[in-house]
């Protein structure tokens, strides 16, 4: 198959967050109605470029797999179509989940990336469902509890509470600045 593209971004050997963050500022130099494909070998730039697109009015056409890299599709957004990129408006540090732990606060920790990325480090007693499985695992979680939601940097956590809060969880919070700066304790499955 192929398709038609007016920009191409190579953001190959990048992790989280760099796909992201090299992707909004490309769009910018697109005209409403282009097409841009974005090259990737993060395998969870998928889940984090969807939730983008939904997120500012973008189009995610789609993901072709060649190889190790992940070709992802864009359409940019006419201003009619295009929205303010939004935040989920509670968020805690780390410093703050690390005192309710510490206390014995009866928190669930969510946490939303890759499964190599979880397998390598994360807090004891976290929930993994990773971003791109979230939407048909929402009943793995309950409702009524308080819910913290963790990524390697905040950006994908971000877009996670804001699904969570769109299906009716209540008490979700994001937490920032994420794993990569976490110095509490980790376990490891490896």
Known sequence: MEVTVNKTLDAKGLACPMPIVKTKKEMNTLEPGQVMEVQATDKGSTADIKAWATSTGNQYLGTLEEGDTLKHYLRKASSEEEKMETKHPHVVTLDELSKKIEGDEKVTILDVRESAEYTFGH?????????????????????????????????RSDFAAQKLAEKGFNHVRNVVAGMKEWTGPTNKLH
């Not at 509890?145 to 905040?154: A, F, K, N, P």
């Open 123 to 155: 807090i004891p007693g976290a929930v993994h469902i990773p971003l791109g499985e979230l939407e048909e695992r929402f009943e793995e979680l309950d409702k009524s509890d308080e819910i913290h939601v963790v990524c390697r940097t905040g950006s």
